[in-house]
């Protein structure tokens, strides 16, 4: 797909990933959406990139469907890329001290990293189906944000991982789904990367984080991450295909 004038709504794209990604997606000529639940630092961002901003809440249905809405009047075209890129994690071990991990924060990373994701690429797409078909009968591209905790989950991840490993196994499914209407849709399932959260930890844990990816041995840039979002969008050939980005890392059990 050609992205130059085509619309795209990144989730979670007012920092880390989403926004290395929107930066690309918008030099090379794509009309961006960006959602966030962050309002200052989304309209900060889509100003600094000079994109559309929608304040959403992904598991929110009238949320979604308002910034979809958004998107399109501002930028004149539905959108016919979805990257989601949100998503939290509230680590904790399933018993603690011999204290049962609180089932609510285990809903929640489950709502927002994996209900959250289906529940924009559901509304997305059916937006996408009816759009006329570009070249070899493409209408839209979904890519999806998994992690290698879906494969290799550490200790305190059992939320974070289900989330990540539902985002997986729900990837070739919805690629089926999709494909009488010529909707792909793929995973990118990224190792250690200089995310927000990563940035918080302090510089020597990072370095020795970093060490620990066989090659290159150090953390993956959200501006890597964002090729490899172009590149699923250049070739239309991968389809429900799950990418693990991580410079060949496993991750030990903690």
């Not at 979670?12 to 200052?40: H, M, P």
């Not at 075209?77 to 924060?105: F, H, Q, W, Y």
């Amino acid at each position: 797909m050609d992205v130059n004038g085509i619309g795209a709504v990144i989730t979670g794209g007012a920092s880390g990933l989403g926004r290395a990604t929107a930066e690309s997606l918008i030099a090379a000529g794509a009309k961006v959406t960006i959602f966030d639940v962050n309002e200052e630092v989304g309209t900060q961002a889509a100003a600094d990139m000079g994109c559309v901003f929608a304040k959403v809440d992904v598991t929110s249905e009238a949320d979604v469907i308002a910034g979809l809405d958004k998107g399109a009047a501002e930028n004149g075209v539905e959108a016919r890329i979805l990257v989601n890129c949100a998503g939290i994690n509230m680590p904790g071990k399933t018993v603690s001290r011999g204290a049962a991990l609180d089932l609510g924060k285990y809903s929640k990373v489950v709502e927002v990293n994996l209900i959250g994701s289906f529940n924009c690429i559901r509304l997305a797409a059916e937006r996408m189906v009816g759009l006329d078909p570009l070249e070899d009968g493409e209408r839209g591209l979904v890519v999806n944000t998994a992690s290698v905790a879906a494969f290799d989950g550490q200790v305190g991840q059992a939320a974070y991982a289900a989330s990540k490993g539902g985002i997986v196994g729900m990837t070739l499914p919805i690629a089926r789904d999709l494909s009488r209407d010529g909707v792909r849709c793929n995973t990118i399932a990224p190792g250690l990367f200089l995310t927000p959260m990563m940035m918080a930890l302090p510089e020597e844990s990072r370095k020795t984080l970093g060490e620990s990816v066989p090659f290159p041995s150090r953390l993956g840039t959200p501006e890597e991450y964002a090729k490899t979002v172009r590149f699923l969008c250049d070739n239309v050939m991968v389809n429900g295909e799950t990418i693990r980005l991580d410079g060949a890392v496993r991750l030990p059990p903690k």
